[in-house]
């Protein structure tokens, strides 16, 4: 297993809480910044060099500043580092997870949405700031994209490479840390634990039930409506291509 965090200490942190758990569990901890391009392609060829293949790829990415702010590259923060910074660390971890599909005939992809998609739309001319920002909207956005690219992904990935995207539900965690007291305090009673949260993401990586599954958005806490924009295949492949550009990868084909 590898923790790639940008904050080092918590990372280490959680690995000697899952070796605690779980005795002789090996886990790497590897610095990854997902506001900065140099940053995941340094993380990728480090991983590269550590582990030859990659079974399943656990993307997680929940940045939701109050304040505006920017990316390396420019980008507005909620959709480079929650959107942006996966879709091209996938790409380039493509290698090693279809290596582990021809090995086991099984590897995977989880993309952590939300719920908050079904208010969000993809503005292009807001990839790069907004004249007026809120956070909402511009975290909607970014989860809008997260889920519009597991749909994108699905129908281009080879046989026993699948990928799926989750809600995790209102979870009990750090991103709501800006939020003021008052307004944390009412939110507080109607979140769920991140260990129930943390199960659907390990069902969807590892569970035989998604073995031969693609392509699905799942919830740990209901409701999960699907917006109309998110289902829309044009909109899905206009999002990749524009994408691909921005990271500077090559786009993958359908099949």
Known sequence: MCLACRNQAKAEAARDEIVRRTPGAEVDVLSL???SFEHIHR???????RHERVDALINNAGASPLKQQFTVEGFELQFGANYLGPFLLTHLLLPQLRLA???TGDARIVHVASVAH????????TFRGRSKYRPFPAYAQSKLANLMFNFALAR???DGLSTHAMH???VDSDIYRELPRPVHAALRPFLISADRAGRLGTELALSPEYRDRSGEYLTAQRPNPVSRRARDVAAQEALYAESAVLA???PLTRR
């Open 156 to 158: 281009r990935l080879p």
């Open 168 to 170: 995790p539900g209102g």
């Open 33 to 35: 910044d997902l506001s």
């Open 43 to 49: 993380f990728a060829t480090d991983l590269a060099a």
């Open 248 to 250: 500077g990868v090559e």
């Open 118 to 125: 079904n208010i969000g739309r993809i503005d292009p001319d």
């Open 101 to 103: 599909a021809e090995q």
